[in-house]
């Protein structure tokens, strides 16, 4: 099915597509500002999320909670520090198989992913060796809540 775009999310898509990279709601404002396309900021939200849910934007959140959109052309992948919030992009994917299988078993449509982990740079490790020398991250399924949903998503037993 074919997406029909407002005129403000043709121009957010198509900024998006030519910065090549995620950025933040405001930052897409200011840039169509710049352009002399500007829109409201209320509405550069608004069409983001319609885009989203057309299949057409990926949303990433980082640590400090800011929202980064960018065009779904590729899954993407980052080692994303806590303190500095530099996102060093993975390059290759470890869940291309699982996506499939999630696909297969739970007939869902799955339209892109994100892979994210947060910890301390090798930079910020020198710089606050305190913190790099932190507790191993937890391993599943001992840290997670007894309360999960019903509709909670288990791994399947190889991963």
Partial sequence: MKVVLTRSQDRILQLLKQMQRSVSAQDIYVELRNRSQGVG???VY??????????????????????????????????TCLHCQESIP?????????????????????????????GVCKNCALQHPADAEG????HCPDHYPDNLPDHAVSLPENH
Avoid: M, W
């Fill in 46 to 79: 608004r069409a983001l999320d319609a885009l989203k849910l057309a299949g057409v934007v990926q949303v990433r959140t980082l640590a400090s909670g800011e929202s980064l959109y960018g065009s779904v052309h590729e899954d993407r992948h980052h080692l």
């Fill in 41 to 43: 900021l209320a509405t």
């Fill in 135 to 138: 507790q191993p991250a937890p």
């Fill in 90 to 118: 993975i390059l290759e994917c470890p869940v291309h198989q699982l996506e499939a299988e999630f696909q297969a078993n739970h007939q869902f449509r799955i339209y892109y992913h994100t892979l994210e982990f947060f």
